[in-house]
């Protein structure tokens, strides 16, 4: 017998009267990072294995690529239990959007897009299509560049794609109601929000 396959969503919802409760977690950052960092912990793993004493270079040097690779994780670790240990909320009501102590306006909301780390911006007008916007602007690395520009540009892609916010046009002013996100975690998210902002507007 075929057993359904589970969805995976980082967020919930729940109703409160009219009111419907996002909880979502931030997107951990991918564990490519370990060897994008090779830069910043190969000194201290250096000094790592000059301690340990290795018996011969050979020896020393894969030490030296090992250590490397687990001060890589231990970081990546950290960054991410840090990143994703809190639970961030906000709320869609019928007269607006309530992110903390604050509350927006239906009235004064004029859009809601996806942005992205550079500034990039679209507005999703179809639940499985961005108009206008492509993951690939976060721009690819050049075989001819250095290593430390290489790790320094990986960095910032891996960054980069779990950076993505769901923001709104509030008046002149663009903020964000869920930010730290995967491409796919804020399309989902995205899509869910407009269902029930567009389910509220057409209701009252």
């Not at 809190?86 to 959007?97: A, D, H, P, Q």
């Not at 639940?127 to 520009?149: D, E, R, W």
Request: proline letters at 2%; a positive charge.
């Amino acid at each position: 017998m075929n057993s359904a396959v589970q969805a995976k969503y980082n967020f919930t919802t729940h109703k409160e009267g009219n009111d419907t409760v996002f909880q979502y977690k931030k997107t951990p950052f991918s564990y490519k990072l370990t060897f994008s960092l090779a830069l910043i912990t190969a000194i201290p793993a250096i000094i790592i294995v000059f301690m340990l004493e290795p018996s011969s270079v050979v020896s020393g040097f894969i030490l030296w690529f090992v250590v490397m690779i687990i001060l890589g994780l231990i970081i990546t670790f950290v960054i991410n239990f840090l990143r994703t240990r809190n639970t961030n909320t906000f709320r869609v009501t019928t007269k607006g959007i309530i992110i903390g102590s604050k509350t927006y306006d239906n009235d004064h909301i004029h859009s809601y897009f996806i942005q992205d780390t550079y500034g990039n911006e679209s507005e999703m007008v179809v639940s499985t299509t961005v108009i206008g916007y492509s993951p690939s602007l976060v721009g690819a690395m050049s075989q001819t560049t250095n290593l430390a520009k290489q790790s320094g540009r990986e960095i910032r892609k891996i960054v980069a794609d779990s950076n993505y916010k769901i923001c709104m046009r509030y008046g002149t002013k663009n903020i964000a109601i869920a930010k730290g996100l995967g491409l796919n975690e804020a399309e989902v998210l995205f899509d869910k929000v407009k269902d029930i902002v567009l389910g509220k507007t057409n209701n009252q």
